[in-house]
């Protein structure tokens, strides 16, 4: 009997063989990792439409957003986990710092009107909305060895890809390296610590919960969706993220909006935040001389 993988040479060994074998992967989870959703835009979205796909389990995705646009991103089944990278376009050394955006807050646990935070002190994106409250700012992603030990194969071409390597994978279509992959923010899943210190998962369903960041910097935003390395389930289970970003009209108003500081409801919400905001309009100013 041939083996699996002399099996595969024998059909890839030609031109013609390795077209056919090639078309024959279509349908498999890793081609399947995006696609463009059908049907019509949620209720609220109102401005020019940049970016609307969905990304399925084991799926990446990364792409350059301007300031002022607003991201949403829905979980539709309620089983999803999102690793979430942002970096500023313009300058990517300076990217989302999770200890600062927890110490400066003093919150770890991140809801609407919480900023995403950089090592410079600046807001990379602002929580605008979040019907979810579900969010992990502790535990980073899983790597190829946890998904290895835990499911049998956790390399980034397999079918239980890491997040790491995903979050690596879409940060080099943008030009950047292994080495921008910081620490994440994982939205739709929960993480709490109790007084002893011991972190608690909750991976507990929510179908069609959605959070929206507005970017106050042009940025890049990099995901994977992939179980949480706290989820012990044997099976690799993630449900299909949609992202939708959209850049409102400059007259807007509302909580997708970018319309100045005096209309801005999370800017002076504290003390920290406020500073932030003033830092990052200081680094805007500086950029427009």
Not at 135 to 162: E, F, I, K, M, V
């Amino acid at each position: 009997m041939v083996d699996e993988v002399q099996g595969t040479d024998a059909q890839t060994g030609t031109l013609a063989g390795a077209r056919d074998h090639a078309r024959r992967q279509a349908g498999t989870a890793g081609a399947a990792a995006s696609s463009v959703p059908v049907g019509g835009l949620p209720d609220g979205v109102v401005g020019a439409v940049l970016w609307n796909e969905v990304i399925e389990a084991g799926g990446y995705t990364s792409r350059r957003l301007p300031r002022g646009s607003v991201l949403r991103l829905e979980d539709t089944g309620g089983d999803a986990c999102v690793q979430l990278l942002v970096h500023n376009a313009i300058q990517p050394a300076e990217r989302l710092n999770v200890a600062d955006t927890v110490k400066v807050q003093w919150q770890a646990y991140l809801a609407q009107g919480a900023l995403l935070l950089s090592d410079m002190g600046r807001v990379l994106m602002t929580v605008v909305a979040d019907t979810s409250a579900r969010h992990d700012c502790l535990c980073g992603c899983s790597t190829r060895a946890s998904n290895t030990a835990l499911y049998g194969d956790g390399g980034a071409s397999g079918r239980q890809p890491n997040g790491r390597d995903l979050l690596a994978l879409g940060l080099a279509k943008v030009g950047l390296s292994r080495l921008d992959v910081g620490p994440n923010v994982n939205l739709f899943k929960s993480v709490r610590v109790d007084a002893s210190g011991a972190l608690h998962f909750d991976g507990g369903v929510l179908p069609g919960t959605h959070v929206e960041l507005r970017a106050e910097v042009d940025v890049i935003v990099t995901l994977a969706n992939t179980p949480h390395p706290l989820d012990d389930r044997l099976v690799y289970t993630a449900s299909p993220l949609r992202c939708l970003a959209w850049l409102p009209p400059a007259s807007g108003a509302g909580a997708g909006a970018h319309d100045g500081a005096a209309h801005d409801p999370w800017r002076a919400s504290t003390p920290e935040r406020q500073r932030a905001f003033e830092n990052t309009e200081a680094h805007l100013l500086g950029l427009a001389r």
